[in-house]
């Protein structure tokens, strides 16, 4: 997601609200960005307690873009402009798809249709069993954020200063919203009393709540700095960190900031989009920790130092959280410690953030292998 700025070149590497089911019913898995509408980064599936190498892919390009896991096949982009389908159990290649241009977007699975977009502006609408087109949308810049799935639309943003809403059935434009800058984020989708709305954070700094039926800009939150990172969604509390040092929880109820935090002396920006487990907020920042922070108050549990920046964005399973830097190392945190259970070096940098399904993790570097790992 990429902002004005720092935005722009520092991240290449890289109402009463309630739940809304729109990623369809996956046993398992990890079909968006964040796993689910709500972009909560908790997995369906827990994890063994350790972690061995179950199985390898190398691609020709690097990969950034999060892996999608549905009905038994992994979907990935990587940075040669190749979308890939991988057997989950194997990882033997089911079928490629050749967008033209490096994708940094994560793949979103519903409905049959794989939605990806890549650095040319196009949002890729493809058959999830086959790899074939269905349809292409043109936006006018490149698109990193992944795809939501509502009220029959696809909604996502571009580098072209717009989030978009498209017929998810054939890439038909239902709407566009300008913003003030670039659009890295992926929306969160929440239900409002008028249907569907959606909730995302932009580099203009604001944080809005748009509804997904006509584009109308419900609410507008300003979290004086500019964000990368996706809002994680839980009950009336959207949580994002900025550019600007502090990570916030945002109270769509009344439209305010309801806290900040900062860390006294470390002063870095917040790439990473944080999961959301029991009354914890576990976010990365580039000041290379992982922290748990309350949900209710943004006071600080645990923190746990990594070598390098965490842009990938923390997954909860179970009891574990699944995080990784751009030093290249993939770890296990206690839940309720912050300790560290196992860790792995992949041997090149992590940009994009681990899914978890079936029991395996899956995470590429960006040297191009992807890497699965289940039980020891």
């Not at 940075?79 to 194997?90: I, V």
């Not at 954070?201 to 990368?228: I, N, Q, S």
Request: hydrophobic share 45%; with cysteine; glycine share 14%.
């Amino acid at each position: 997601m990429k902002l004005p700025g720092d935005c722009a070149g520092a991240l290449t590497l890289s109402l009463a609200l309630s739940i809304v089911p729109v990623l369809g019913a996956e046993a398992s898995g990890w079909p968006s960005f964040r796993g689910d509408a709500q972009l909560t980064g908790v997995a369906r599936d827990p994890l063994p307690e350790r972690l061995s190498t179950a199985w390898t892919f190398q691609a020709a390009g690097g990969f950034e873009s999060t892996a999608a896991i549905a009905g038994g096949l992994v979907y990935v982009g990587s940075l040669d402009g190749t979308l890939h389908a991988l057997d989950l159990a194997t990882g033997s290649p089911r079928w490629t798809y050749p967008a033209g241009q490096p994708i940094k977007s994560s793949p979103t699975v519903a409905g049959g249709l794989v939605y990806v977009g890549d650095e040319g502006g196009t949002l890729h609408a493809v058959d999830a069993a086959t790899g074939k087109r269905r349809w292409a949308f043109q936006a006018e810049a490149a698109i990193v954020s992944s795809a939501a799935l509502a009220g029959g639309r696809v909604v996502f943003g571009s580098h072209d200063n717009h989030v978009y809403a498209l017929g998810a059935a054939d890439g038909a434009l239902a709407w566009k919203l300008s913003t003030g800058s670039y659009v890295y984020a992926t929306p969160a989708v929440v239900d409002g009393k008028e249907g569907p709305s959606v909730v995302v954070a932009g580099c203009d700094g604001l944080l809005r709540v748009v509804r997904v039926k006509d584009g109308t800009e419900t609410m507008k939150v300003d979290a004086a700095g500019y964000m990368g990172a996706s809002a994680a969604v839980a009950g009336t509390r959207a949580f994002v960190g900025t550019f600007e040092n502090q990570f916030v929880a945002v109270d769509l109820k009344a439209g305010k900031i309801a806290w900040r935090y900062e860390h006294p002396d470390k002063k870095f920006p917040y790439y990473a989009s944080a999961a959301l487990a029991g009354d914890l907020v576990i976010v990365g920042g580039r000041d290379k920790m992982v922290r748990a922070l309350r949900q209710a108050t943004g006071e600080p549990v645990w923190t746990r130092s990594l070598r390098g920046r965490v842009d990938a964005s923390p997954v909860v399973a179970g009891r574990r959280v699944v995080a990784a830097s751009v030093a290249g190392e993939l770890v296990l945190l206690d839940l309720a410690s912050g300790e560290t259970v196992w860790e792995f070096e992949t041997g090149a940098s992590l940009a994009a953030s681990p899914s978890v399904g079936g029991g395996l993790v899956i995470i590429g570097n960006t040297a191009g292998t992807l890497f699965a790992f289940g039980k020891a």
